[in-house]
């Protein structure tokens, strides 16, 4: 988390208290632009899908946007035809208020699935944050979002494009029900850029794959898993397009941002005492890669042996050998940080070298298979009693 961030022109922001779940604490937010804005996002891949994500699916279509509004605490996911009319309710409150007669206000939501929206608090409160817009700060929405959350999640950029200052920030909630098929929880990055529609969806796609697709908390995907870009262009710069060297400095800052949220995600996940950096090489295709890493990233014996410190090398083996992957397992190599646990499938009885190198913050794991060209990085954290405690309570 950073406290110094920049606000891209022509953003507002408002934050409101509307006891979704707990009482005297900001859960609505709402991020508005002056400007018309093009939009892009990336949802979630699960086949259960709350009807904000739904909406946003289909109205991500059209060619302009002004803002979001943003709940947590309730999840509206699972609660049919009313947990649909409750999202557009919502979204036409606010462009009713802001007085929006030709664009989108998106609607994300996150916290209990199952639970019915409880409108006749939300809609009061999302009419006293309009009337309140632009008092408010990117840090209150940041805080505003979060649910089982430490600490507010934000990153900010600024670079020059053709002489005009330019600005990207980014907002993200999530430290559980986190799992590499999209995202996080909710992320939200503006920016007053001038870009392509299509370009700025390139970006956002290319940028996920490499941040938050890289990400994993417990394997578990949520279902309102949403990221939302949205550009407005009032720095003045002539319109980006894909495959320039504009586009390429903009994707430049925009892989900051993401990759610095979706760490953040990782640091913060819940119960989590050390990020882990599972490093898989030499592995025969790309995918290869990706699922080898992504096993031993999920692997609930690796994170808690991680935790206590415990260098269980068979461990790692055996989440590779469940992959599902074709490798001979004496040609592997182990490190964990600079000390090599394994060499050629067998142990190095640096047994006492690996505990050390685990009682860090940021532990490495790098595994090299010897079968090829291909690499890969997937992001975890350790698993600790304390991720037990939050979510065995979590709807009480």
Not at 3 to 27: C, G, M, Q, T
Not at 93 to 103: A, N, Q, R, Y
Not at 105 to 129: C, D, L, Q, W
Not at 248 to 275: R, W, Y
Request: glycine share 8%; with cysteine; net charge negative.
């Amino acid at each position: 988390m950073t406290n110094n961030y920049s606000i891209p022109k022509e953003f507002l922001f408002a934050v409101i208290d509307a006891a979704i779940k707990y009482d005297n604490r900001n859960d609505i937010a709402i991020i508005y632009s002056k400007n018309p804005c093009v939009a892009a996002g990336v949802f979630t891949k699960n086949v259960v899908k709350s009807p904000s994500v739904v909406y946003d699916m289909e109205r991500i279509k059209y060619p302009i946007a002004y803002g979001i509004v943003v709940n947590s605490g309730n999840a509206n996911t699972c609660t049919g035809q009313q947990g649909m009319d409750d999202v557009i309710t919502m979204s036409e409150t606010v462009k009713t208020g802001l007085k929006i007669s030709d664009g989108e206000v998106f609607v994300s939501s996150t916290g209990v699935i199952g639970v019915p929206m409880p409108m006749e608090r939300i809609i009061p409160a999302i009419k006293r944050g309009i009337d309140k817009i632009g008092e408010y700060t990117l840090m209150d929405a940041a805080k505003a979002i979060m649910t089982t959350d430490t600490f507010p999640k934000i990153h900010s950029k600024t670079f020059i494009i053709e002489g005009k200052t330019v600005t990207i920030s980014g907002i993200t909630k999530g430290s559980g029900m986190i799992s590499p098929n999209m995202a996080t929880t909710l992320s939200f990055i503006i920016t007053d850029a001038e870009i392509e529609k299509s370009a700025l969806d390139n970006a956002l796609r290319q940028s996920i794959e490499q941040s938050f697709n890289k990400i994993t908390v417990d394997g578990d995907m949520s279902t309102n898993d949403t990221v939302l870009i949205l550009a407005n262009g009032a720095c003045g710069n002539t319109v980006i397009k894909s495959d320039t060297l504009e586009y390429d400095v903009f994707k430049q800052a925009l892989d900051e941002i993401t990759m610095s949220l979706s760490q953040m995600i990782v640091k913060d996940g819940e119960g989590a005492t050390k990020t882990i950096c599972i490093e898989l090489n030499g592995a025969a295709t790309k995918s290869d890669a990706e699922r080898l890493a992504r096993k031993v990233a999920d692997s609930m014996l690796v994170r808690t042996a991680v935790y206590g410190n415990d260098p269980n090398w068979g461990r790692i083996m055996c989440a590779l050998g469940g992959a599902g992957v074709a490798f001979s397992p004496y040609k592997v190599d182990i490190f964990i940080g600079k000390v090599q646990i394994v060499a050629d499938g067998l142990g190095t009885k640096m047994d006492a070298e690996a505990s050390k190198a685990l009682d860090v913050k940021d532990v490495n794991l790098r595994i090299d298979l010897r079968e090829g060209v291909y690499n890969a990085k997937v992001f975890t954290c350790d698993l600790t009693e304390g991720y037990i405690k939050i979510n065995a309570h979590y709807t009480t």
